[in-house]
């Protein structure tokens, strides 16, 4: 399907991708599906290789100094190898947010540099068994001894919680504070914490994911990401990546389900003709064509926001509209993919029942879509207060005079 969109450096990337995209061996995917691989490291290592790791990075750091809308063109490619290995595969871009904007030069070397080589594998520790849209509720707490830093509490569905080579975790320094002013963030090596459950999960399978505990977990001073006290403001940063990779990676799902759909309906006949030419499956079709395209439209234009460092307020609500509409169209049009494929699509003949569980998980990681809708009419309302449109729209109307019918209270 053609994407209308892509400028000649995102024909680059989108050809690299596809390229690195056709090259992973479907044994791999079943494997992680059945949780036989426990993270998938070597896939990250060439992706390292590649360079396509963290492309929006600067070149100094690793990355390839491109922007924000030429990595969704990436994710989208790499989405159709499933939730798992695209998560796996933007993890450096989203604890690669925390440490290049705020990390110190040595956090830069020690820990992003090796990351984005593929070398060096990350993971992310918000959410806890208490919550995890409630983050400022975390208990995880750090406290300071001598010139080292104590954690205690836990972390729960961290993907590669097996696999990391450290975890950047946020915990609470002073309780005294405002809760925005209590969080911290820390890069914890992974021999500072232990692993105490593995999850058996719907899907996105195969890339560890577990609840982690910190007892008395000894961390440098040098391991603080940014200032203490700072985390609330990298926390709100680092969600651009964490939502933005979520909602590009959704796209290659729902991309992926529709071709297959596409093909099975012009060759599946029933009662004589191909099943295309009954409105009840090429008008579903339709509807995902449609739903797929206003996805990618609304992916590319929250990059495009966030490249041009747009009012913070319009970033935060087009990153959470692409991330819940990306999300939620790709789970309606595999569901569509479904139905027009009837019992078959149910079956692991195809990847379709696949790619249903893990479009289910993407309503629900990094940030719920309930938390999203949260979000945007809180940051919309916002804008209303700064953005007024020159013509009183309201006074369009034949009445609108009658300010005696205008009653509020
Ligand atoms: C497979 C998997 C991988 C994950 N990977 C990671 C990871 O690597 N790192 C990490 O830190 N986390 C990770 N998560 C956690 C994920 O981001 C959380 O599960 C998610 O944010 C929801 O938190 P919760 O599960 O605690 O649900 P809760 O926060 O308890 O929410 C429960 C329900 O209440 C609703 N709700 C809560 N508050 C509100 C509100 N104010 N308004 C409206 N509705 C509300 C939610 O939308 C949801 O429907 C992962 C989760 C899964 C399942």
Same mark, same amino acid.
């Given at each position: ?12 990337? &989108? ?39 963290? +492309?929006r990075?600067? /070149? ?7 922007k924000w809308q030429d /990595?969704?063109?990436? +994710? ?22 925390? *440490? ?35 983050? &400022? ?19 729960? &569905? ?11 975790? !946020? ?27 593995? !999850? ?33 403001? *990298? ?17 290659? +799902? ?49 990059a495009k926001a966030v490249d041009e460092e747009m ?28 139905? *027009?494929?009837?019992?078959?699509? !149910? ?5 379709? /029942?696949? !790619? ?32 007024? *449109? ?18 509020? /209270?």
């Amino acid at each position: 399907m053609y994407n209308v969109l892509l400028s000649p450096s995102q024909k680059k990337i &989108f050809e690299e991708a596809s390229k690195f995209v056709a090259s992973v061996d479907k044994q791999l995917l079943i494997d992680m599906d059945e949780d036989k691989i426990e993270y998938p490291k070597d896939t990250i290592e060439t992706l390292g290789k590649l360079n396509l790791l963290g +492309i929006r990075f600067p /070149e100094e750091i690793g990355g390839r100094g491109l922007k924000w809308q030429d /990595e969704v063109v990436l +994710i989208e490619e790499i989405g159709m190898l499933g939730a798992a290995l695209s998560c796996a595969s933007v993890m450096p871009s989203i604890v690669g947010e925390a *440490i290049s904007k705020f990390g110190s030069s040595y956090q830069k070397e020690k820990y992003l540099k090796p990351t984005l080589q593929g070398k060096l594998i990350c993971a992310e520790g918000l959410t806890e068994p208490r919550g995890g849209s409630d983050f &400022f509720g975390a208990t995880t707490i750090a406290k300071k001894s001598g010139n080292k830093w104590v954690l205690n509490g836990q972390k729960r &569905f961290i993907v590669g919680a097996k696999g990391a080579d450290y975890f950047l975790i !946020y915990a609470q320094t002073d309780s005294s504070k405002d809760y925005k002013k209590n969080m911290s963030a820390f890069l914890v090596d992974k021999d500072k914490v232990s692993v105490e459950n593995l !999850y058996e999960l719907m899907g996105a399978r195969g890339a560890g994911t577990g609840r982690i505990v910190l007892k008395d977990a000894i961390v440098d001073e040098d391991n603080v990401v940014g200032n203490i006290g700072e985390g609330s403001v *990298i926390f709100y940063q680092m969600m651009i990546p964490e939502r933005l990779t979520t909602a590009a990676g959704a796209l290659g +799902i729902a991309k992926a389900s529709l071709e297959i759909a596409l093909k099975y309906s012009k060759n599946r006949k029933a009662f004589g003709q191909p099943i295309k030419n009954f409105e009840g499956v090429s008008f579903k079709v339709a509807q995902s064509s449609a739903l797929l395209d206003a996805a990618r439209a609304l992916v590319h234009t929250a990059a495009k926001a966030v490249d041009e460092e747009m009012d913070a307020s319009v970033q935060r609500r087009l990153v959470s509209e692409a991330k819940r509409f990306s999300t939620q169209s790709a789970w309606e049009i595999v569901n569509n993919a479904m139905q *027009i494929m009837g019992g078959i699509g !149910y079956t692991n003949v195809y990847p379709i /029942e696949r !790619y249903l569980r893990d479009a289910r998980l993407m309503m629900i990681w990094t940030g719920t879509n309930e938390i999203m809708d949260l979000v945007i009419q809180h940051e919309l309302y916002k804008e209303l207060e700064k953005n007024r *449109i020159l013509r009183d729209v309201e006074l369009d109307a034949k009445s609108s005079a009658q300010l005696e019918e205008k009653v509020f /209270e």
